[in-house]
């Protein structure tokens, strides 16, 4: 797992030679009023971006439609995430309604795991759970909300994603 932790975090130079790290795993969360710019953030992808982009809007166990709404504002693909299933570049992954979404060892992970900050899905598993497996290949964005999900989860916590 370490080796794979490695190449994960792999970093490329920079024109002068120092390593820079390449910042190319998008993490994104709102509530409340976060749609719309969730939709402008994901139609500023180019289509061939080599990049993941996995985002976490607090719907609850309600109906979702976030992947049909992104699908028509992005160039890229977008879907609801699949437990299990590898992280891909040029794709958006929208946590499913009821389910905490997590990256694990490479892999996308879904959890009925308990509430956090009142919600499921919650922003804060996402984003440590990216923060622990690609550390500062990771760009974290909170949109939007009263609460502060998303506020743990952005400084890198060691405490389990859920």
């Not at 794979?4 to 190319?24: H, V, W």
């Not at 699908?71 to 794709?91: K, L, V």
């Not at 923060?131 to 998303?150: H, K, N, Q, W, Y």
Request: glycine content about 12%.
């Amino acid at each position: 797992m370490d080796d794979q932790k490695d190449a994960a975090r792999a970093a490329r130079l920079s024109p002068n030679g120092k390593e820079q790290a390449c910042r190319d795993i998008i993490v994104i969360g709102g509530s409340a009023g976060a749609l719309a710019a969730i939709l402008d953030i994901a139609g500023g992808f180019p289509r061939d971006f080599a990049g993941s982009i996995f985002i976490v809007s607090h719907v609850g166990a309600n109906r979702s439609r976030l992947p049909e709404l992104l699908a028509n504002a992005a160039q890229m693909p977008s879907a609801h995430a699949e437990n299990g299933e590898p992280i891909r570049p040029g794709r958006i992954c929208a946590a499913l309604p009821d389910r905490h979404m997590m990256i694990e060892g490479g892999h996308i992970r879904l959890s009925r795991g308990p509430r956090q900050h009142f919600t499921r899905p919650a922003i804060d598993p996402l984003f440590r759970s990216a923060a622990e497996f690609f550390g500062p290949r990771v760009i974290g964005v909170v949109l939007s909300g009263t609460g502060c999900d998303g506020v743990a989860g952005s400084t890198r916590s060691s405490s389990p994603a859920a």
